[in-house]
């Protein structure tokens, strides 16, 4: 039976990671704040002190952290995933990262001999406690095909597109898309209540028409009640804005839209918004 490691426990990996567990697979943890793994531990997780460790104990590892800089310390770093791979071992990174990040991971992975496979996710808290994630992967093909029975318990659908650095794109992509879906409700919700309309009236009248959407009718009641528990941490939503954005200088494409989405994100991480749900971005937008 195969082997798995996990690395990265915050929101998403708890949640994935117990899943697997709980399809009894086997599973071996890592997080960098070790008390994240107590409760995998016993929900029947083993657990290693650094990332190498866990690489050297699993055939497949997968990895979610928060962003680049995150993702080349676990790989890159002293006791980090390079120093666990050996021939034919499989490393996934689930984080959202930028092209260039995965592309150098996948370099040094597969010059040490082993596989790798990027898979960044579409879905947040709920989906991943569901086990119904959507993941957008590029990589090494033999690795993709074999943690396809992993990708199905944590997610409903799984995406192939290529080489590596295509599945950081593709979920660049779709963030940016679904960021400036976000600041344009909220400037429409706090215009709609400075003009004096009700602002459940307004999602109301959005839900019957072609712009309804599932973001909209779930997150929109709880941000009219000024509710915004954390499924996607507002800080991450930022960052994903700001590496499409660099995708776009990198592809000549102007993204005014995104631009102005992210200067609201930015002034709300500034106003302490950071571990917040990235709805929290209305309490920026409607000062
Ligand atoms: P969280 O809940 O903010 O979790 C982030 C995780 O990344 C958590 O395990 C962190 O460890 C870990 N992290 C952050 N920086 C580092 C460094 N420098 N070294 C090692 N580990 C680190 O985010 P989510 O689970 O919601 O999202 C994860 C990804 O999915 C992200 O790319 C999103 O955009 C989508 P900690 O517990 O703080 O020690």
Known sequence: MKKYGFLGLGIMGQAMAANLLKADFTVTVWNRTASKCESLINKGASHRETPAEVVASSDITFAMVSDPVAARKICFGKQGVLEGITMGKGYIDVSTIDPQTSIE????????????????????????????????????????????????????????????????????????????????????????????LNMSDILDVLDQGVIANQMFRLKGPMMVEGNFPTAFPLKHMQKDMRLALLMGDDNGQALYTAGAANFSYIKARNKGFDDGDFSAVLQAIKE
């Open 105 to 196: 991971i996948s370099q040094a992975i597969s010059n040490n001999g082993g596989r790798f496979l990027e898979a960044p996710v579409s879905g947040s808290k709920k989906p991943a406690e569901d086990g119904a994630l959507v993941f957008l992967c590029a990589g090494d093909k033999s690795l993709y095909q074999e943690a396809i029975p992993a990708l199905e318990i944590m997610g409903k659908k799984s995406f192939y597109f290529g080489d590596a650095g295509f599945g950081a794109r593709m979920k660049l992509v779709i963030n940016m898309i679904m960021g400036t879906m976000m600041t344009a409700l909220c400037e429409g919700l706090s215009l709609g209540k400075k003009a004096g």
